[in-house]
Every structure is written in C-alpha cells, then in structure tokens.
C-alpha cells in the first residue's frame, strides 16, 4: 500500500505541472472501485503539500472515465483516470 501511495502522490503531482492550463486543481475520474484509494490519496496529497487545493475526485465507472480522459488535453478533461481493470478496447484514437 506504501508504494501504491507513493506512485498516486507523485502522479497527482505531476499531474498539476502543466501551469499553461487555468483550472486550478487536478481532476480525477474514474473507477468506483478504485475511488476510495483515491480519495486516500487525494487527501495525503493535501497534507503534504500547503498550498495545493483538494484534487476534484470523480466516480463514473473505469470505461466512462477512459473515454473522457482519452478525449483530449486541457481544462475540459481530467488530468488523471483510475481503472479497476484493463481496458477491453482503446476508447478513443488519442489514447493508442
């Protein structure tokens, strides 16, 4: 589990380096499965960092939040996507 928050920290750090974009926190959609971890994760990342805002945490299931991620980049998409599982198929040409 310490390892996992580890890689989840540091992508929900990275994840907040393109300062091109205006949204003002990370977006994060996804897995309902997944969602309390990230949630977990979410919250260490507040703590440890004092002047980050609170990731946006949504759940709409693993292939909802695939196509909006693979959608495209910018303001209009989530930053990060969780998955309980391995996508069957591409869910969109971007993602390939």
Known sequence: MRSFTLIAL???ALAGCDRQ????QIKVVGSSTVYPFTTAVAEAFVNKSTQA???VIEQGGTGA???LF???IGVAHPDIVTASRSP???PAPRCR
């Open 10 to 12: 540091t992508a929900l």
């Open 21 to 24: 974009a205006t949204r003002d």
């Open 53 to 55: 805002k609170a990731p």
């Open 65 to 67: 939040g695939m196509k």
């Open 70 to 72: 693979c959608g495209g």
């Open 88 to 90: 069957n198929r591409t």
